[in-house]
Each structure stands twice: as C-alpha cells, then as structure tokens.
T-cell receptor, first 114, second 115 residues
Framework: DTGVSQDPRHKITKRGQNVTFRCDPISEHNRLYWYRQTLGQGPEFLTYFQNEAQLEKSRLLSDRFSAERPKGSFSTLEIQRTEQGDSAMYLC????????????FGPGTRLTVT | AQSVSQHNHHVILSEAASLELGCNYSYGGTVNLFWYVQYPGQHLQLLLKYFSGDPLVKGIKGFEAEFIKSKFSFNLRKPSVQWSDTAEYFCAVIPDGDSSYKLIFGSGTRLLVRP
C-alpha cells in the first residue's frame, strides 16, 4: 500500500474564495471518509463514500461544502465562499470492505482562510 | 449524541515512567473502540482496537488498553514510556449498528516524554 495521499498539504486563501482538496485513497479501498480537525480538538466526521456513492453527510457540512468521488477512486472536497471558521485541517481516510476495518489516514490539508 | 471524553489534555512524563490515558464514551450499546496516535509531523495511525472478547488488548509499541464496560472506559496504558512516545493520542469509538462506521474521536491528549 502506498498510503492515502492528499493534495495540497497547505492552502491559504482569502475569505470568499473557493477551494478544492483532493484525496487519493489506498487502491481497492472502497470506503472513503472526510474529517475536519480544528486546533485542540479531535477529528470530526464530515462525509462518507462507499465506492462512488456518498452515503452520509454530517450536519457540520453546510451547503457551501460539496464532496465527490467519481468512479469510486479519488475524492474531492470543495468549499465555496470560504469563511474564517473554515480554517482547519481536513483529513481523508480510507478503509477496505465492510465493518469496523481500520481506517488509514492521509497527512491532511491545512486550510487557512484570511 | 455519542461522545468521547479524554480528560487529560496534556501529560508530561519522564522516560521510564508509567502511562495511563483516560478515555470515556457515552453510548449505551455495543461499541468498537480504538486508540490512534499522531507522532509529530506524521499521519494518524492505529495503535490498537477492541471489538469483542478479551477486554485487555495489546497494540503496537508496547501499548495496551483495557475495556471496562461498567465504566464506559477504554484507558490506554504503557508500563514504561520512551522519549519516542511523544505524540498526540486520540481515543475513538464506532457505535455498533452505525452503517457508515465513522469514527467519533475524543479531543486528544498531548504526551510529552522528557529524556
């Protein structure tokens, strides 16, 4: 396994701009998760894909957030009209199969909204 | 809503000291329990997990955790810490029956081990 990769690793943007992050899961991992982590807190669930289907979204995910996973491979998370409160680390994780299999985390994308 | 509490936000120990990090969860049903670790500059990685069976589970690098159902706890222990154990530790749960198997994390404990 080459591991979960995320791009970019850091993003600084001005309030009101749109940003898009990419996650490449471990190949053949059918489940993909996005989490958000703010300073002093643990990661919080945002959304979950099984293959290409987005099966669950957290109430944290406002209308400005959208995620896709075309063809069940990589995933993108877009934030429109960014706000300062969106500043956080965005983590992607992937897992194989069903059940509580281990989730493998990527390095994260740190977003700073100025 | 389900939640996970880690009451120790910062812990400082000297090498060779024993470690115990507390974790309590609020969920009345069956849960799957995890400890993740994040070393400085690295990804979150799994230390150990409990699904069922022996409530004392052993993980990597000499860590172990004990599930006490009556106390809704899953404390992490290590008999003798090393400087290389300096990291942030996160307890997490997946309530049984959650079809997404999303992790619910505690707020983490930063451990600093002094040489």
């Amino acid at each position: 396994d080459t591991g979960v990769s995320q791009d970019p690793r850091h993003k600084i943007t001005k309030r009101g701009q749109n940003v898009t992050f990419r996650c490449d899961p471990i190949s053949e991992h059918n489940r993909l998760y996005w989490y958000r982590q703010t300073l002093g807190q643990g990661p919080e669930f945002l959304t979950y894909f099984q293959n290409e289907a987005q099966l669950e979204k957290s109430r944290l995910l406002s209308d400005r957030f959208s995620a896709e996973r075309p063809k069940g491979s990589f995933s993108t998370l877009e934030i429109q009209r960014t706000e300062q409160g969106d500043s956080a680390m965005y983590l992607c994780a992937s897992a194989r199969g069903q059940g509580s299999a281990e989730q493998y985390f990527g390095p994260g994308t740190r977003l700073t909204v100025t | 809503a389900q939640s996970v509490s880690q009451h120790n936000h910062h812990v400082i120990l000297s090498e060779a000291a024993s470690l115990e990090l507390g974790c309590n969860y609020s969920y009345g049903g069956t849960v799957n329990l995890f400890w993740y670790v994040q070393y400085p500059g690295q990804h979150l990685q799994l230390l150990l997990k409990y699904f069922s069976g022996d409530p004392l589970v052993k993980g990597i690098k000499g860590f172990e955790a004990e599930f006490i159902k009556s106390k809704f706890s899953f404390n992490l222990r290590k008999p003798s810490v090393q400087w290389s154990d300096t990291a942030e530790y996160f307890c997490a749960v997946i309530p049984d029956g959650d079809s997404s198997y999303k992790l619910i994390f505690g707020s983490g404990t930063r451990l600093l081990v002094r040489p």
